[in-house]
Structure formats: C-alpha cells, structure tokens
C-alpha cells in the first residue's frame, strides 16, 4: 500500500516504458538509467505508450511493492518527453496526475470570488 505518511520523492519516467516489465526489470531502470536507488523512500511511476497504465515501483521494510492501474476510459496527463529520463514531483502533483489532471495546475481549486453572506 502505498505509504500514509508519504514518501520523500515521487519520479515519472518520462517517455513510454515497456509495462511487461515488473519489479527487476523496474528496477534496473531506475538503477541504470536513472542512477537513484531503487531501496530508497521513493515512488518510481512508469507508463505505457498509450498513457492508459501505469506501474508505481516502491521498496518498504523487506520487499518490493509493485502498485499497477488501467483506466477503463480517458488517459493519463503525462508530461512530455524531454532530453531527460525522469523528473521528481511532488506527492500533490502525484496525485492530481492520478486523478486526471497535470502535474503543472495552478491550484486544485478554482479562486472565489468574495460575496456578502445575506
């Protein structure tokens, strides 16, 4: 389950990832590639081609945990490619992405306007 108190980062591989990988194909990326250790206190997201699952990576106590989600309809807002093989975000930013928004929002809620209370 993923950690109620959070954990320190939150890394997206950018680009597609082969999802037939599992826990040491996954970690190898983020050993290899990303040159982060995978034993840390870290999330460590892939996804596919598609942008329609994804497979969150995360080391607790004695093993490795590997969290997978299908959407059924939409995609997720996945950052774009860049020259770079993953960022960090934060957990916020974590979870917007898996509610269907980007990383980039401004807020989570549009501003008020104020109005009299009658």
């Not at 840390?40 to 598609?50: A, G, I, M, T």
Request: glycine content about 4%; charged content about 30%.
């Amino acid at each position: 389950m993923l950690r109620q108190n959070g954990p320190t980062n939150v890394y997206l591989a950018l680009g597609p990832t082969d999802l037939r990988k599992s826990i040491d194909g996954l970690s190898l990326i983020v050993k290899q590639k990303f040159k982060l250790d995978p034993f840390s206190r870290s999330l460590f997201v892939f996804c596919n081609r598609n942008k329609d699952k994804i497979k969150i990576l995360e080391w607790e106590n004695s093993g490795f945990w590997l969290h997978y989600k299908r959407l059924e309809k939409n995609k997720f807002k996945w950052p774009d490619e860049t020259t770079d093989t993953h960022i960090c975000i934060d957990e916020r930013s974590f979870r917007w992405l898996l509610d269907g928004l980007t990383i980039n929002e401004e807020s989570a809620h549009k501003p008020v306007k104020e109005r009299l209370l009658i």
